[in-house]
């Protein structure tokens, strides 16, 4: 594997952000970086990023698809398209998330992501995000109801061994679990993220000391704030124990919303996700999720009733809408992108920032946030 030199007017490592400076990409593995130039032998690919800034990969933790392909198609090609075109988005690795359907089409999209060996050059599959089935119907969104059931650890475990350990998140409704399931995540090291949920505050309180550590895409399937009781997402503005997702695409929350969310909530514990469904990037039309007719128009995807069934937003597209926000700087991008998925699914002793020996998962912009390179472990996997 080549040795990459890239040279940075912007370098956004972990400790701070230097102005001009170079990175080393040794194996895949970040080497070396630092204010002065690095020199080497003649065998390194040097990119020349002198007007450029390099951040961490972006780490997508719940997204369904992308150009045509989708989670629940439980193939291989399914996945290695998600994976191959997520570099054009800056995105360096994801948790390829399931929908509620048949325990079956559950169990085969575990086992495809379990077996799924990626390539060179591409988005790493950092394993699955369960969403559903054990939700609450009130709150089902685009989940198909007559496949919600209530919380199960046997079910669960059944699952986690088909899929090799690999199911990192649960999405789940905390008041629909009474049989333990969230604390036996919790101890297991699973990521426990409560959505599609009618809990109140109280509720969302007596969830987070069950093991409830994340709130599923903030104030779409959940109680909204009352004046009387704040909801759930009123526990995402109070609750310093939560890390939350938000779709920044401006359709599932307004732009007022986003920047709502940034002053209450803070980069230190958002997540932007795409939650994109497999039309992100193909033309407006009719497409499948989970069994049903899914029609896409501008960037609205939405079930027959009008219901909005996941998004079309790209990572990139979602930095761009929330730098928008006036407060919002590169470095709260780096946080809301990739420290804070990183911190939540168990990654970040290998990814989600840039410091020395861990992957080269980077992306490379310019002033107007055009992506320029992607990097996935030392490869350049996407190019303007
Ligand atoms: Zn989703």
Known sequence: MKKILIQAASLYTE??????????????????FGKTPIKVEEDVEIIDGTQLSVLPGFIDGHIHGAKGADTMDATKQALATIASVLPEEGTTSFLATTMTQTHEQIAKALENIASY????????????????????????????????VPGSIALFEHWQQLAKGKIKTVTLAPECDEDGLIPYLYEAGVNVSAGHTTANYEDMKSAISKGVRQLTHLANAMSGIHHRDVGAVGAAFLLDALRVEVIADEVHLAPEMLAISFKQIGSNRLILITDAMRAKLFPDGTYD??????????????????????SIVTMIDSVRNMMKIPEVTLIDVVKMTAVNPAKQLNVFDRKGSIQIGKDADLVIIDDELNIKYTICQGMIAYKE
Do not use: M, S, W
């Not at 790493?124 to 119907?137: D, N, Q, R, V, Y």
């Open 15 to 32: 400790q701070e952000v230097f102005d001009c400076g170079d990175l080393l990409i040794e194996n895949g593995i970040i080497t070396a």
């Open 117 to 148: 060996k990626g390539q060179d050059g591409e988005a790493t599959l950092l394993g699955a995000h369960l969403e559903g089935p054990f939700i609450h119907k009130a709150k089902k969104g685009a989940q198909p109801e007559q496949y919600i």
């Open 289 to 310: 999720l989970g069994g049903q007719g899914v029609h896409v128009k501008k960037n609205r995807a939405t079930l027959a009733d009008g219901t909005l069934a996941g």
